[in-house]
């Protein structure tokens, strides 16, 4: 498609319940990228893609979370046993390239809300 | 390490200039962008600047590079009340980590008709 697709649109999980968000990149994009955006607006680089081999992993927390992209298949990332802390905007974006002047296309997000 | 910092809020009257303004901390940064997130939506890019320029245009956008004072300005014109938004200011650093940018917190831009 044109657009970076991301469901659900909403999430909300009980504390420790798991959470799986997905993302559907733009067509022909080879660079997928996760963001966290908590309150004050601070965006949180996660994870990044390069078709379906992780590119740079730095930003996961090094429990709890993990994504993936698989061939022919949306992408997703998984949180288990949600903590409040976790609950943020998760913002997908894709990419063509991995360069500095490739711009990234972003999704509309997902908010998920841990009570 | 790396910073980006914005002033929070900034209300102009629909028809004025708007200059919303951005340090960073990271010299050694390549690739500077402004983004705009509307209501509920991701972030769209609007331009980006490459760290060897002072100054590019696009229309209505301005964006002016100190890179001596590690100073972004975004100036938009004839600002409309569909320009009312959150701008981010972001950096990078060498050529292959566009999706790795530190943000800014975002400046909230009101326009009043």
């Known amino acids: 498609g044109e657009e970076v697709a991301q469901t659900p649109k909403h999430l909300v999980r009980g504390e420790g319940q798991k959470a799986k968000l997905y993302c559907a990149p733009i067509?022909?994009?080879?660079?997928v990228f996760w963001y966290q955006q908590v309150l004050k607006n601070e965006f949180k680089f996660l994870i990044s893609?390069?078709?379906?081999?992780?590119?740079?992993e730095t930003g996961m927390p090094k429990e709890r979370f993990s994504a993936k992209c698989l061939p022919n298949s949306p992408c997703s990332l998984e949180i288990q046993a949600t903590k409040l802390e976790d609950s943020a905007v998760y913002f997908c974006?894709?990419?063509?390239?991995?360069?500095?002047?490739?711009?990234?296309?972003f999704g509309n997000g997902t908010r998920l809300t841990v009570t | 390490g790396e910073d980006v910092e914005q002033s929070l809020f900034l209300s102009v009257r629909e028809g004025d200039s708007s200059v919303i303004n951005c340090t960073y901390t990271?010299?050694?940064?390549?690739?500077l962008y402004w983004y705009k997130q509307e209501p509920g939506a991701g972030l769209q890019l609007l331009t980006y600047?490459?760290?060897?320029?002072d100054m590019k245009q696009d229309q209505r956008l301005t964006v002016l590079l100190n890179k001596k004072d590690k100073h972004l300005s975004l100036r938009i014109a004839d600002t409309q009340t569909g320009d009312s938004a959150i701008y981010f200011c972001?950096?990078?650093?060498?050529?292959?980590?566009?999706?790795?940018?530190?943000f800014g917190d975002g400046t909230t831009l009101t326009v009043k008709p």
């Open positions: 972001a950096e990078s650093i060498g050529s292959t980590n566009a999706g790795k940018s530190t």
């Open positions: 893609f390069q078709n379906e081999n992780v590119f740079d």
């Open positions: 990271d010299s050694s940064s390549t690739y």
């Open positions: 067509k022909g994009h080879s660079y």
């Open positions: 974006a894709s990419s063509p390239s991995g360069m500095n002047n490739s711009p990234l296309h």
């Open positions: 600047i490459f760290s060897n320029m």
